[in-house]
């Protein structure tokens, strides 16, 4: 059973548009850590947040913000106001403590912000 | 900080051959390292473990005799795909763990693309 799952394989937004990059996970565990990267055509993976499973709050972070929701297994990622250095792919991953804390990554999703 | 790197960034190799991946921590000590291989378009999908001083635990369906991994210190782990065959040809990418910071914390290099001719 896929432990990450994007379900949007590809999305193509206008510049300053706003789009949201799904996430579900499935764990067992009670420990956990939810991330997102960044994946841009240079291949060098960007580290964009780490959420632990106790703290639910959502964050901001300039253009950026992310919902945490334990009663849908999801960790939603979305991007305010596009822009076209946005365009990349995008990895939603999980961690568990039952797992030693291995990554496992979801397939991930390319957006492409057009001007 | 928390600085990883990789070299070579590129490498291309003829079939047969043997190549060396380096992955560093260059401003920590990291006991634990993790190597990942990543076909285009496609995720990242974990290789192997490395544990300094000890055996790499490998990941279901990886050979182990075909991706010798060798962490012999605390900032440095090497990866070598052994008789190299072009469905070889991958992009792959270390990562470390400080050990001194939580367990789940992992910094990532900035990947190696490998292209067996």
């Known amino acids: 059973a896929q432990k990450v799952t994007q379900a949007q394989t590809e999305i193509s937004v206008v510049e300053k548009e706003d789009v949201t990059l799904d996430c579900v996970y499935e764990t067992r565990d009670t420990t956990y850590y939810l991330f997102w990267y960044k994946q841009p055509p240079s291949g060098e993976l960007v580290f964009l947040i780490r959420r632990n499973s106790f703290d639910e709050q959502n964050e901001i972070s300039g253009r950026y913000s992310w919902n945490f929701q334990k009663s849908t297994s999801s960790f939603n990622f979305t991007i305010t106001a596009s822009q076209v250095v946005d365009s990349a792919v995008y990895f939603c991953?999980?961690?568990?403590?039952?797992?030693?804390?291995?990554?496992?990554f979801g397939k991930g999703t390319l957006l492409t912000v057009n001007p | 900080g928390a600085v990883v790197s990789q070299h070579p960034s590129r490498v291309i190799c003829k079939s047969g051959t043997s190549v060396k991946i380096e992955c560093r921590s260059l401003d920590f000590q990291a006991t634990t390292m993790f190597w990942y291989r990543q076909f285009p378009k496609k995720s990242l999908m974990l290789m192997a473990t490395s544990n300094e001083g000890s055996k790499a635990t490998y990941e279901q369906g990886v050979e182990k005799d075909k991706f010798l991994i060798n962490h012999a210190s605390l900032t440095l782990s090497t990866l070598t795909v052994t008789s190299a065959h072009p469905e070889d040809s991958s992009f792959y990418i270390c990562?470390?763990?400080?050990?001194?910071?939580?367990?789940?914390?992992?910094?990532f290099g900035p990947g190696t693309r490998l292209t067996v001719l």
């Open positions: 991953a999980l961690s568990e403590a039952g797992s030693n804390y291995k990554l496992t």
């Open positions: 990562s470390a763990r400080p050990w001194e910071t939580s367990t789940d914390t992992q910094y």
